[in-house]
């Protein structure tokens, strides 16, 4: 297993609350995406760390099968100055077991994804997960992008 201890961190983004039955995820997040990109919503961020893309999935009503909130945004190092229609998000220190996807995006994405669902073997703490596109995410057929699952110590 890949687990890590992940310390403390803030995201200022766009957000939308889904679940993933009847696909009903797949629509809102590709929307939320579509907003993301169409929106420039990376430029108007203050206080961003860096350039890397964060989409946060948090406060599960349930497990896998319960509403969630997916977030996309950017790390920051204040959540002072939120803008209007943005929201600001604490990710709590905690231990997360690391998946790569390798690809072309986003299908490698939605691919891990249906991974992880389908291993029943994970230990799971629905707290915080979230995936980092980072520099390599824009490498067409060879992108990459990093998948952090919050699991249980």
């Known amino acids: 297993m890949n687990n890590q201890t992940i310390q403390t961190f803030n995201v200022i983004g766009i957000s939308v609350r889904t679940i ?5 995820s797949a629509k809102d997040i590709e929307s939320l995406w ?7 919503i990376q430029k108007q961020i203050p206080n961003k760390i860096n350039d890397d893309i964060y989409a946060v999935y948090t406060d599960y009503e349930t497990d896998v099968n319960g509403p969630y909130t997916t977030v996309i945004g950017l790390a920051v190092n204040s959540l002072e ?14 231990v997360y077991q690391k998946f790569v996807s390798k690809g072309k995006m986003p299908e490698a994405i939605f691919n891990t ?3 992880i669902w389908q291993n029943k ?12 596109h980072g520099k390599k995410y824009y490498d ?4 990459e992008v990093e998948t952090f699952l919050s699991v249980k110590e």
Request: net charge negative; aromatic share 14%.
């Open 81 to 94: 100055n939120i803008p209007e229609g943005f929201v600001g998000i604490t990710i709590k220190k905690a």
């Open 20 to 24: 993933n039955e009847n696909g009903q």
């Open 140 to 143: 067409g057929d060879n992108a």
């Open 113 to 115: 994804w249906v991974e």
């Open 34 to 40: 579509g907003k993301f990109w169409g929106e420039n």
């Open 121 to 132: 073997n994970l230990n799971r703490a629905y707290k915080a997960d979230f995936t980092v």
